[in-house]
């Protein structure tokens, strides 16, 4: 089952924070996060697995509630090159990585 | 090391066509997924394969269909084609999709249907 993100789009000027959820209905084990900039491929940013363990970029933090099945993506003191689409992957019991519709950020100066 | 290939980059088709997509995976991964990319609804899971089988599939129809060859290469083919299957189409690789392993994505092709 497709997990939800919200908010579906955000503006920021440099500097600004900005908070991306992703919920899912069903149990999971693992939340990835990747960027998409338009025209390329998604690019990895951050694992969170069951249990606590996170895996992934420095400048970039997220958490994941196990209980509510909720993970939020913290971009603090946004950069130009944060502009791109947010995707959140979860994973249950090591079956497929679904994918949200994705989160559009966009950074100006 | 050589990323994720995905050829080719474009493609055209007519409705009624069939396609086949190809994926190079990354030197020594043996999962290989695909996804639907399509405006406003994310990237849609078509099927995972590991070590030649099929380990995982997605909710599309039976025209989409794919395979994986004993040097993990991945090819995806869609028969039948309808306007609605216009879509950039990625494969993902990875060592395997235990926990805690992350998917390097290839470029994609972009696949229209006129």
């Known amino acids: 089952q497709q997990p939800v993100q919200s908010p579906q789009a955000v503006i920021l000027r440099e500097g600004e924070d900005a908070v991306i959820n992703c919920s899912s209905s069903?149990?999971?084990?693992?939340v990835h996060w990747y960027r998409q900039k338009h025209g390329e491929a998604p690019v990895f940013l951050m694992i969170l697995l069951k249990g606590g363990e996170q895996k992934g970029h420095e400048k970039i933090s997220a958490s994941f509630n196990e209980k509510k099945q909720q993970s939020s993506l913290y971009l603090t003191a946004s950069q130009l090159s944060y502009s791109g689409t947010y995707f959140c992957?979860?994973?249950?019991?090591?079956?497929?990585?679904?994918f949200g519709k994705g989160t559009t950020l966009s950074v100006s100066s | 090391k050589a990323g994720v290939t995905q050829t080719p980059r474009y493609l055209i088709k007519t409705r009624g066509q069939q396609v086949t997509l190809s994926c190079s995976p990354i030197s020594g991964h043996r999962s290989v997924s695909w996804y639907q990319q399509t405006p406003g609804q994310g990237l849609q899971f078509l099927f995972e394969?590991?070590?030649?089988?099929?380990?995982n599939k997605g909710n599309f129809p039976g025209r989409f269909s794919g395979r994986q060859f004993s040097n993990s290469r991945s090819e995806m083919n869609v028969s039948t084609l309808e306007l609605g299957d216009s879509a950039l189409y990625l494969c993902a690789s990875s060592f395997d999709r235990g926990l805690g392993e992350k998917l390097f994505f290839g470029s994609g092709t972009q696949l229209s249907v006129l």
């Open positions: 992957g979860t994973d249950q019991a090591g079956t497929a990585l679904i």
């Open positions: 069903k149990a999971l084990y693992s």
């Open positions: 394969y590991f070590s030649e089988t099929q380990r």
